[in-house]
């Protein structure tokens, strides 16, 4: 079995995430990574026994040894390394959101039109296995059609803190949500209405928000993202979907709480599912991710789960809810 070496670019607390996964998988051989900062550049490779380090992510892409890239850079950062790596002849995996707006998605889009490497955004959420499973009967068809869903995904003020001088919360988690509703549906929006609001104006971005979407095919979809629960809240991310069909409902529970952590504190319901780390490895629904796209460079197959236009589509959509709220208007399509 030929190894596929892999760069990854951006070493914060998710991209050190992107190593630790990568290394527990057999296919991948992470031989290099790259920050600006020389600090935690050292930290992480003394950490990850990683060889190759890089300050300038054009050198590591120079670096013909390199088969894959993953970038985990801010999200206003993702468009040019991505546009680079393309271009350097590399297969990219990219963190999501795809890119800052719908404009630097197009030009992402237009870069791969001059390559035969993959490409995949990682919207970790179709490999869950709870959502993944609610796609197979819906597309069986067990519910009818689809009439609304609503989503909420919400997360404590502590954990947040560090996120909302970066990324609104209907920026951030909103687009996991809706991009499962049009994978859901297979419908496009038409009209949005969305409310934010701040619960912490030192912070440059809101943390509560509501989105409301007409999507072309009647459905209503509903948005929940509030970013500011206590911080003795007991969940790490309290997410929660109700898809209502002619024919059924689908409930998912995904707030972890069938694995509870009583202690002199209280009550916790510890993240289990996305990246838990088990036996000194990381394990979970971002493995599954990796292992996928690992699996499409090493087969030869073009990665189908989540395709970069479905990736640049919702981001535009989350785009124009923002506008929306901004404006305080409903924004067509």
Not at 6 to 20: N, T
Not at 287 to 314: A, H, N
Request: aromatic share 10%.
């Amino acid at each position: 079995m030929e190894r596929i070496k892999v760069g990854v670019i951006g070493l914060g607390w998710f991209g050190e995430h992107h190593i630790d996964t990568l290394q527990a998988l057999p296919l991948a051989d992470v031989t290099a990574v790259c920050t600006r900062r020389e600090e935690r550049l050292k930290e992480i490779a003394n950490k990850y026994n990683i060889k190759k380090t890089y300050t300038n992510y054009h050198e590591l892409l120079a670096d013909k040894d390199i088969d894959m890239v993953s970038i985990v850079t801010h999200v206003y950062d993702h468009m040019q390394p991505a546009i680079d790596a393309i271009n350097a002849g590399k297969h990219v995996f990219l963190e999501k959101p795809m890119a800052n707006n719908a404009e630097e998605c197009d030009k992402i889009l237009e870069a791969l039109k001059n390559t035969d490497k993959f490409f995949m955004v990682g919207h970790v959420c179709r490999f869950d296995t709870a959502y993944a499973l609610a796609k197979e009967e819906i597309d069986a068809g067990s519910i009818g059609k689809i009439i609304s869903i609503h989503a909420k995904r919400n997360l404590a003020k502590w954990i947040t803190e560090s996120s909302l001088n970066k990324i609104s919360a209907l920026f951030g988690d909103g687009i996991h949500d809706f991009d499962l509703m049009l994978w859901y549906t297979g419908a496009k929006p038409k009209t949005v209405y969305a409310q934010t609001t701040s619960t912490r104006p030192e912070f440059k971005y809101d943390d509560v928000a509501w989105a409301f979407f007409r999507l072309d095919d009647g459905t209503f979809a509903v948005i929940e993202n509030v970013w500011s629960l206590p911080d003795n809240a007991p969940f790490a991310i309290d997410a929660k979907m109700e898809i209502i069909g002619t024919d059924g409902i689908i409930n998912i529970n995904n707030s972890g709480d069938y694995y509870s952590v009583l202690t002199k504190k209280g009550i916790s319901y510890p993240q289990s599912t996305y990246w838990p780390k088990v036996h000194g490895m990381r394990r979970g629904y971002l493995k599954e991710e990796f292992d996928y796209f690992l699996k499409c460079i090493s087969e030869g197959k073009k990665p189908t789960i989540i395709t970069p236009q479905e990736s640049r589509d919702v981001v535009y959509a989350m785009r124009m809810a923002e506008k929306s709220a901004k404006e305080n208007r409903v924004i067509e399509f």
